[in-house]
């Protein structure tokens, strides 16, 4: 029963255009999603997170979009650069837990 | 203020062994959580401590245990190692447990 999905294990996109990556979760009851960035053999780098009371949210280049009816949110990258190349996970949670459900990653490729 | 720090961070054990990581939180975090990071299931939730207390357990066997302690440094320990403990542990630290987690550098097991 996987709670949340990232369905696109990869994106490419050119430098200087924006990245969007998607996340869908099923639970009613998470209450917050983060997005992560995550090198391989680190670990994940907190980038930005929205509470469900909120639909947006938005820190410098990274905007975070939650449709709470679609049950779906998604990160966007504007404008990409190639450091900006990792694996991107999302995470939901409760506030009532310290437990984060994690999606598989999509990993992002950021071309010069 | 310094981050979540791990150790150790590489680790080779044979089957059968026992192993006990340790993570040390953000100064004035609270709440440890331990997550397991493998190619094939991603990153899952094996337990989180708050106030010395288990609060939340992922879906891992008995083998897999933890504590904290007075100064909310924790520690997780894995006995009779099999080879499918191989992974990358990860914990991460937040105030209460709710909301943003920040994770460790992680310790990679590689278990023979």
């Known amino acids: 029963d996987q709670q949340v999905k990232q369905n696109s294990p990869s994106l490419s996109v050119q430098e200087g255009r924006i990245s969007i990556l998607n996340c869908d979760y099923t639970n009613s009851m998470f209450d917050y999603f983060l997005w992560y960035k995550k090198y391989p053999a680190e670990g994940p780098t907190f980038l930005i997170s929205?509470?469900?009371?909120?639909d947006k949210n938005e820190d410098g280049r990274f905007t975070v979009f939650l449709n709470k009816s679609a049950k779906h949110l998604s990160l966007h990258i504007v404008p990409s650069q190639p450091g900006d190349s990792a694996v991107y996970f999302c995470a939901a949670g409760s506030s009532n837990t310290g437990k984060l459900i994690f999606g598989q990653g999509t990993t992002l490729q950021v071309k010069p | 203020k310094a981050g979540v720090t791990q150790t150790p961070r590489y680790l080779i054990k044979t089957r059968g062994q026992q192993v006990t990581l340790s993570c040390s939180p953000i100064?004035?975090?609270?709440?440890v959580s331990w997550y397991q990071q493998t190619p094939g299931q991603g990153l899952q939730f094996l337990f989180e401590y708050f106030s010395e207390t288990q609060r939340n357990k992922g879906n891992f066997p008995g083998r897999f245990s933890g504590r904290q302690f007075s100064n909310s440094r924790s520690e997780m320990n894995v006995s009779t190692l099999e080879l499918g403990d191989s992974a990358l542990y990860l914990c991460a630290s937040s105030w209460t447990g709710s909301g943003t987690q920040y994770f460790g550098p992680g310790t990679r097991l590689l278990v023979l």
């Open positions: 929205i509470s469900s009371i909120k």
């Open positions: 100064s004035g975090h609270r709440s």
